[in-house]
T-cell receptor
Framework: SQTIHQWPATLVQPVGSPLSLECTVE??????LYWYRQAAGRGLQLLFY??????ISSEVPQNLSASRPQDRQFILSSKKLLLSDSGFYLC????????????FGQGTRLTVV | AQKVTQAQTEISVVEKEDVTLDCVYE???????LFWYKQPPSGELVFLIR??????QNEISGRYSWNFQKSTSSFNFTITASQVVDSAVYFC??????????????FGTGTLLAVQP
């Protein structure tokens, strides 16, 4: 069966520090991968998605970047965190077919102080 | 423009009551998909259901049921005989067919359901 792992679960980082969140998927090949952010107020916003290694699409301009160095690995990064980067970050995967459901990791709660 | 509206921010019920969570969507596409997810306090989003725009039949799964009405652009979710374990934030989401295989989901802002014992 497929599983998705996301870490760390919680993170407190000072303003201006770098960020690296990692997500890996097991039990499937060629998945679509996604990073969502959930800010206070609970809405989820799609930040990045990837349909293959090295292929990254950004949905919103921001202080973050994403990379997909391996088929089942998705990394969210920042060179210098801002206070506004605080939130709950969720990684997700789906099979590469139209309009299928996405499956989510357990999330990373990031607090920038 | 595509949009999902969940007007109910918070709902509180007593155990065993039935509760309906509303979802209204906007899309320019004639082919689209609708989803419901549950987010328990642990934070992970749990997939509940996917429904395509050509299938307006209501669906029942145990205590859960979904009412899809294209005429009112609504995809409402009812929990029958609610239980404390149903307490969570529930999200409705939309995916448009023209997005191809990218499966980008547009989420509503969620409804926090609190089921009191």
């Amino acid at each position: 069966s497929q599983t998705i792992h996301q870490w760390p679960a919680t993170l407190v980082q000072p303003v201006g520090s770098p960020l690296s969140l990692e997500c890996t998927v097991e039990g499937t090949s060629n998945p679509n991968l996604y990073w969502y952010r959930q800010a206070a107020g609970r809405g989820l916003q799609l930040l990045f998605y990837s349909v293959g290694i090295g292929q990254i699409s950004s949905e919103v301009p921001q202080n973050l970047s994403a990379s997909r160095p391996q088929d089942r690995q998705f990394i969210l990064s920042s060179k210098k965190l801002l206070l506004s980067d605080s939130g709950f970050y969720l990684c997700a995967w789906s099979i590469r077919a139209m309009n299928t459901e996405a499956f989510f990791g357990q999330g990373t709660r990031l607090t920038v102080v | 423009a595509q949009k999902v509206t969940q007007a109910q921010t918070e709902i509180s019920v007593v155990e065993k009551e039935d509760v309906t969570l509303d979802c209204v969507y906007e899309t320019r596409d004639t082919t689209y998909y609708l989803f419901w997810y549950k987010q328990p306090p642990s934070g992970e989003l749990v997939f509940l259901i996917r429904r395509n725009s050509f299938d307006e039949q209501n669906e029942i799964s145990g205590r859960y049921s979904w009412n899809f009405q294209k005429s009112t652009s609504s995809f409402n979710f009812t929990i029958t005989a609610s239980q404390v374990v149903d307490s969570a934030v529930y999200f409705c989401a939309l995916s448009e067919a023209y997005g191809g295989a990218t499966n980008k989901l547009i989420f509503g802002t969620g409804t926090l359901l609190a089921v009191q014992p």
